[in-house]
């Protein structure tokens, strides 16, 4: 006897033994006392009515499956609308049938019909010729509950290795020698070759390191903000932009010195802002030393320069950078009022 056919043989008489339905309900014992006195106590209960749809069949696909696989049961009613169709509580395809998977799905039809469908996987686990036990179902409508009862269809079960895959096997082949390559040598070669590369590595980081420069000095500290602010208004005025005809663009960077400025004095963006958003963010902000009602009749006279095109004399350029140089000082931080009253020196005198 060949060993893979012993192996069939086993696997089959394993799976062809009686198995429990997680379906199936354990029945009561009747020779306890309790199930004794349960009978004489429970009242009598008449039995339901037989259901007659009209339409109502069940039926397997595939009718021939092997020990395990799945197959499917479909269960088709077609009645009135008012009738409705379940499984039973206690519904169970029998102890050899193990129900994986329950899809009920209903259709409306004409005339007032509706049609019924249950899916029902499962899988048998007993070989030959297997018939389901009768299916039941309960019907509810206007006239209390019924019971539909449909024969069970017959399914096949076949061994899990069928007969032609069976006549294929071969038997079992006495030993034979079988050669092995020694890649001793390649292990050699790939090591003496990573040892080489290790030192190639190695060399290299040194040069790396003993060739590297020397890091930069760090960049003095940033001056405080009224400071810069104070030398870029100094710068722009020593310009004399109004002489040479270039109002706007005065007043351009004059907007843009105050701004960075203000944002970086009191804390947020006000570079990306429009006049009236940078109004609105300083009313809502602690700003000491600050005018808000001069700061925006200042702001509105640049606007007018700037963005209406409107003439501006050299006085009136003076003064706005005069302005700003005085907002700088008022708002400057307390703890470093005398280093923003040293405005620096310019060749005009100006900042005197």
């Known amino acids: 006897m060949r ?3 012993f192996i069939a043989l086993a696997l089959t008489a394993t799976l062809a033994l009686p198995r429990t339905d997680a379906f199936a309900q354990t029945a009561p014992d009747a020779h306890s006392p309790d199930t004794a006195e349960q009978a004489q106590t429970a009242p ?7 259901a007659q749809p009209l339409l109502a069949r069940a039926e397997i696909t595939p009718a021939q499956v092997r020990l395990g696989e799945p197959f499917t049961l479909s269960i088709e009613v077609q009645d009135r609308e008012s009738e409705r169709y379940e499984l039973t509580r206690d519904f169970s395809l029998g102890p050899d049938v193990d129900v994986l998977d329950i899809q009920v799905s209903r259709v409306p039809g004409d005339d007032g019909l509706e049609t019924t469908r249950f899916t029902l996987r499962a899988a048998l686990f007993e070989l030959g010729d297997k018939t389901l036990p009768t299916l039941r179902l309960v019907a509810t409508g206007a006239d209390g509950e019924k019971i539909l009862e449909l024969d069970g269809p017959s399914v096949t079960g076949l061994g899990v290795v069928s007969e032609e895959d069976e006549a294929g096997y071969a038997d079992i082949l006495p030993p034979v020698e079988v050669g092995v390559t020694s890649y ?27 060739n590297r420069p020397r890091k930069a000095p760090p960049p003095p500290p940033l001056a405080p903000a009224h400071t810069r602010a104070l030398e870029a ?18 007043f351009f960077r004059l907007s843009e010195i105050e701004r960075g400025y203000i944002g970086e004095r009191y804390g947020f963006g006000a570079l990306d802002m429009t006049s009236g958003e940078l109004l609105a963010t300083l009313g809502r902000t602690h700003t000491p030393g600050l005018d808000l009602a001069r700061f925006e009749r200042h702001s509105q006279e640049g606007d007018l320069v700037r963005f209406a095109k409107a003439s501006a004399t050299a006085a009136e350029c003076k003064r706005a950078i005069e302005e700003a140089i005085e907002l700088v ?8 009022k005398g280093k923003a009253l040293k405005t620096p020196a310019t060749s005009t005198g100006a900042a005197a």
């Open 3 to 5: 060993a893979p056919l």
């Open 44 to 50: 009598a209960q008449s039995p339901r009515p037989k």
């Open 184 to 210: 001793l040598p390649l292990w050699i070669l790939l090591g003496v070759l990573a040892a080489l590369a290790l030192i190639f590595g190695l060399v290299r980081l040194v040069r790396h390191l003993l």
């Open 233 to 250: 208004l100094h710068a722009l005025l020593e310009e004399d932009l109004a002489s040479q005809g270039r109002e706007r663009e005065l």
């Open 329 to 336: 000082r008022r708002t400057a931080p307390q703890d470093e």
